[in-house]
């Protein structure tokens, strides 16, 4: 049965997440920060609301995927948000990469205005969602997540209920921490196969599908090879989700040298002006401090 879902957040991913659900034939309401991005989508047939409050009175789903923490309080809590508008029996699904604790509270808001929360982020970056094959980590009711499987399936693949509400997010945050690391790996072995006169693209042909394989490796390397560093994942949100990450590890007692550290390499290259590149431009960090 095809749904009439509202979507916020337009952006690298967002936009390519709300046109695979038009595809499948749901009618999409639309509402953005800046309505020039969804222009495309408009113009294949979604509808332009000019609030949250308005997209939220009209709608079975609502689906989020917002830049900041901040961003989905702002959307979900208060007079104006989602859940204060919101007809009883509306689906909220943020796939924001958020505060585990947030999730929580919109969830136990919700519920008591007879709404249904999941907290359910994503891995997979542009090509991901462009593809409909992202992965979906999910938290929440089990009967909830049961009744969205439908709609997730239309925007991936590996599609997993993790546990109550900010269980997706706690998982979310396990993905980070290992790509924080192997971030640093993988620009590492490039630096080293140029350091030692190899054709790094040679080299990712054998090392990319060994013991070394990983996501990063085969789809951010080649990036980072041609220079290529437009975001399919902005290193500002990246460093918002390692923050997140961290303050989380410390407050369970658990330490992460390895994400300390690429926090550490992702800020400095922020401050250099690059926080709205790709994450693979950590390899430039690597380049500047060749000696």
């Known amino acids: 049965m095809t749904k009439t879902i509202g979507f916020i957040g337009t952006g690298v991913m967002g936009k390519s997440m709300a046109k695979n659900l038009m595809d499948a034939g749901h ?52 007079d104006n948000g989602i859940i204060t508008n919101a007809q009883p029996g509306t689906y909220l699904i943020d796939m924001t990469t958020s505060d585990p604790v947030l999730a929580e509270t919109i969830f136990n808001t919700a519920e008591n205005k ?28 089990q009967e909830d997540f ?47 196969a140029k350091k030692a006169g190899l054709d790094p693209v040679r080299v990712l042909k054998s090392i990319s599908t060994g013991a070394a394989g990983s996501w990063s490796l085969s789809n951010l390397a ?16 990246f460093i918002k989700d390692m923050k997140i990450a961290l303050a989380n590890a410390q407050k369970i007692g658990l330490k992460t040298p390895g994400l300390a550290l690429s926090l550490e390499l992702y800020e400095e290259l922020a401050e250099n002006g690059l926080e709205d590149r790709g994450t693979q431009a950590l390899i430039e960090w690597f380049e500047g401090n060749d000696s």
């Open 27 to 78: 009618q999409i309401h639309l509402f953005t920060r800046t309505k020039s991005k969804a222009q495309d989508l408009l113009e294949d047939g979604a509808v332009w609301e000019d609030s949250v409050a308005s997209l939220a009175k009209k709608v079975d789903v609502i689906i989020s995927i917002v830049g900041y923490p901040y961003d989905v309080e702002a959307i979900y809590l208060g």
């Open 114 to 141: 007879g709404l249904h929360s999941l907290d359910a982020p994503v891995s997979g970056g542009d090509i991901g969602a462009k593809n409909g094959k992202l992965t979906i980590m999910v938290g929440g009711k």
């Open 146 to 192: 049961e009744s969205m499987q439908p709609i997730f399936e239309k925007m991936g693949e590996n599609i997993v209920l993790q546990g109550p509400a900010g269980a997706g997010q706690h998982t979310k945050m396990a993905n980070q921490i290992t790509i924080a690391s192997n971030m640093i790996g993988v620009s590492e072995a490039i630096m080293y």
């Open 222 to 237: 080649p990036r980072m090879i041609k220079g290529d560093s437009d975001p399919g994942f902005y290193i500002k949100h």
